[in-house]
């Protein structure tokens, strides 16, 4: 038996290169819309923070008193927390941690547990256990953020009139309400809605910022330690009750690895 003849390649055969690469660079158009998507879906939670963070270190059941001192003493602890934390416990370090492109804690759980070792049962459980406590943490901080962002938002209508008060929880629930009924259509509808929100948001807050920088230049000492660590110096224990609100501006940022 003879072996079947194969056909030969003609010039009308397609060429390899016709077809696209899965792994090859994105148009810079899909780049941007993807990048706006995320920036409503990931880093929404970041954007927020600066809302109730340094409201509550000063003026929380903890809060300092707002002298200058404590002020710059707090932007400091602010600024090296986001440094820490973010740029480099996340970005630098976590976001190298994935199980084939999958972050979060399940997926590391799934990475670090041993497959076959039968002698190893007894750590394969032990990390199980601490994979969902962690797991549990998560899911915990995405059941009270929303509630304590949209509320933390509402009620600062107060500032701007007093008629507000007895309508801040309403039209918290309502808000809530009608975000989780537009989350079932999934996350590509929220990034296209709420992207240019946050977009517009960051600008506000960086052009905010930019022009208070101008205005007081003397806030730029904030990023040097020294004043973060003159504050708990100064303010002892009660320094230390107040860095739990510090800490409020890194909620979200877990999102980095684990969306």
């Known amino acids: ?31 941007f819309a993807l990048s706006l998507a995320a920036l409503g879906v990931v880093y929404g939670d970041i954007g927020t923070s600066p809302i109730y963070a340094l ?26 927390a986001l440094v820490i934390v973010i740029s480099i416990k996340y970005l630098a370090f976590v976001m190298r941690a994935d199980n084939c492109g ?22 394969r459980r032990l990390l199980v256990l601490v994979g969902l406590f962690g797991a549990s943490l998560l899911y915990g901080d995405s059941m009270i953020t929303p509630a304590i962002s949209v509320l933390s938002a509402i009620e600062g209508l107060e ?26 259509h999934g996350t590509a509808r929220i990034g296209a809605i709420f992207g240019p ?4 948001w960051f600008t506000a807050l960086g052009v905010l910022g930019a022009v208070q920088v101008v205005l ?9 330690p020294f004043h973060g660590a003159r504050f708990f110096a100064h303010n002892g224990w009660h320094g230390f009750l107040v ?8 909620t979200g940022g877990e999102a980095l690895y684990a969306d």
Do not use: C, K
């Open 1 to 31: 038996m003879t072996a079947p003849l194969q056909r030969p390649a003609t010039a009308t055969s397609p060429p390899a290169a016709a077809h696209p690469d899965p792994h090859g660079s994105a148009s810079p158009r899909a780049v």
């Open 55 to 80: 409201r509550e270190s000063l003026h929380g059941t903890h809060g300092v008193s707002p002298t200058p001192e404590n002020v710059l003493g707090l932007l400091s602890l602010i600024v090296w």
């Open 102 to 123: 999958e972050g979060g804690m399940i997926a590391l759980t799934a990475l670090v547990t041993p497959d076959s070792a039968r002698a190893r049962l007894r750590r």
């Open 159 to 184: 500032m701007v009139t007093p008629i507000f008060s007895s309508y801040v929880i309403p039209i918290t629930i309502a808000i809530l309400i009608g975000l989780f009924a537009v989350q079932r």
């Open 197 to 200: 929100v946050m977009f517009l």
């Open 216 to 224: 007081h230049p003397a806030v730029l000492a904030a990023f040097s």
């Open 243 to 250: 860095l739990g609100s510090v800490f409020l501006v890194v």
